[in-house]
């Protein structure tokens, strides 16, 4: 029998797969105007990725850079639970916090996730360092300007993970600029994974 955990994730990933093919379907410059109301998150094959790199480096403070709907902070949360940690989640929207906080309610992991409601730019330089293990994954325009205010606060070890390196292409140009500044950093090693996006 699945686990709440994984009917909460099953769940995600029939509204990402119906909502993929709608998004396909949609007329020339309608996802740009639409985009907030769809799903689009790492997928099953990174939120295994995460789980396994926040659970084998025992990372205690999370920080989830972009909620979205919540699908990336159900797999950061079991691997806090796991750690004995926990998730500081960050989003501009409240109706998705509202959305992911019912769904990690489901799944048995609300207790190990903070919500903080606002911009990114403005919340992390309040937010307790050091930081082990930090997901990036909101406007891509963002990633540089959030690097820059998280690395300071990064713990000796700690693991930053980016999304959307690889797609869509139209976030390729703050992706590459991104990749940059991190490799420009003496304490800092990257690798770009073709796994997912």
């Not at 907030?36 to 659970?55: K, M, R, S």
């Not at 999370?62 to 989003?91: C, M, P, Q």
């Not at 325009?141 to 693991?159: D, I, M, Q, R, V």
Request: proline fraction near 6%; charge should be negative; charged fraction near 20%.
């Amino acid at each position: 029998m699945a686990t709440p955990m994984m009917q909460v994730l099953a769940e995600y990933e029939r509204r990402m797969e119906a909502e993929s093919t709608l998004m396909e379907s949609l007329p020339p410059g309608q996802l740009e105007v639409r985009i907030n109301e769809f799903l689009i998150c790492i997928g099953p094959q990174a939120g295994q990725l995460l789980h396994l790199l926040v659970t084998g480096a025992q990372s205690r403070t999370i920080i989830e850079l972009g909620t979205s709907y919540g699908y990336s902070t159900i797999w950061l949360a079991d691997a806090a639970r796991i750690t004995g940690g926990r998730v500081h989640s960050l989003e501009l929207s409240q109706p998705k916090i509202d959305y992911a906080r019912e769904r990690l309610a489901r799944a048995g992991l609300d207790a190990y996730v903070e919500f903080h409601a606002g911009n990114a730019l403005d919340i992390l330089p309040a937010l307790p360092a050091p930081f082990d293990f930090v997901l990036i994954d909101l406007w891509k325009n963002l990633y540089s300007p959030c690097f820059e205010l998280l690395h300071p606060k990064l713990a000796p070890g700690a693991l930053v993970a980016a999304d959307n390196m690889l797609q869509p292409s139209s976030a390729r140009a703050h992706a590459q600029a991104y990749r940059q500044l991190v490799r420009a950093k003496a304490d800092m090693d990257s690798l770009l994974l073709t796994l997912g996006n």
